[in-house]
């Protein structure tokens, strides 16, 4: 079965520092790999997703994501951290064509606390 | 262009009783799927509607069962609750079934409180 894990489920950063979140899967086949955003009380919101184009992905609020295959990880990095970054990020994994239908499989989410 | 739409928002309900939770998908989009996100996990999905019909379902049971109208919306119905059904209920749209890696897109959610 397919599965997500990102190690740390809390990072503290300084604002202005370095954001790190980390991510692996593991799987048979390639998939397409998204990192989601949750503000406190709200729904999930997509950051950026990788579908077998390009292995460096940017997104919005200026995240961007590397897939490395021989590692099978796909971390989620910032430059530099702003006090509004503060959430619960998920990695998530889903699976090309010959699956049918949409099964997204969640990590357990890391939750990022910026430090003033 | 309204996004992913879902009613109610709160609700709090009694062991044993059923709870419909419903959901209008993004403009566009033909596909919804619903996901159980419990107080500090991820969310674990719990099935996908297509054309009206179920079209994969996760590790759920029965007492959780969905609809789809043709108008694209959907609900969502758990029966004979139990304390832990309490959670965040987030439906996601999207177009199609998610073959090309299509993003999924989550309304606000429901919060259903079992007491």
């Known amino acids: 079965a397919q599965s997500v894990t990102q190690l740390g489920s809390h990072v503290s950063v300084s604002e202005g520092a370095l954001v790190l979140l980390r991510c692996n899967y593991s799987s048979s086949v390639p998939p397409y790999l998204f990192w989601y955003v949750q503000y406190p009380n709200q729904g999930l919101q997509l950051l950026l997703k990788?579908?077998?184009?390009?292995?460096l992905v940017k997104g919005i609020n200026g995240f961007e994501a590397e897939f490395k295959k021989s590692e099978t990880s796909f971390h989620l990095t910032k430059p530099s951290a702003h006090m509004s970054d503060a959430a619960e990020y998920f990695c998530t994994v889903t699976y090309p064509p010959d699956n049918y239908g949409q099964n997204f499989v969640f990590g357990p989410g890391t939750r990022l606390s910026v430090l003033p | 262009d309204a996004g992913v739409t879902q009613s109610p928002t709160h609700l709090i309900k009694t062991r044993g009783q059923q709870v419909t939770l419903r959901c209008s998908p993004k403009?566009?989009?033909?596909?919804v799927s619903w996901y159980q996100q419990a107080l500090g996990q991820g969310p674990q999905f719990i099935f996908q509607?297509?054309?009206?019909?179920?079209?994969q379902r996760g590790n759920f049971p029965d007492r959780f069962s969905g609809h789809q109208f043709p108008n694209y919306s959907s609900e969502l119905n758990v029966n004979a609750l139990l304390l832990g059904d309490s959670a965040l209920y987030l439906c996601?749209?999207?177009?199609?079934?998610?073959?090309?890696?299509?993003?999924?897109?989550f309304g606000e959610g429901s919060w259903l409180t079992v007491v």
């Open positions: 403009s566009g989009h033909d596909t």
């Open positions: 996601a749209s999207s177009l199609g079934t998610g073959r090309s890696g299509n993003t999924i897109y």
């Open positions: 509607y297509y054309e009206e019909e179920e079209r």
């Open positions: 990788y579908t077998s184009a390009a292995t």
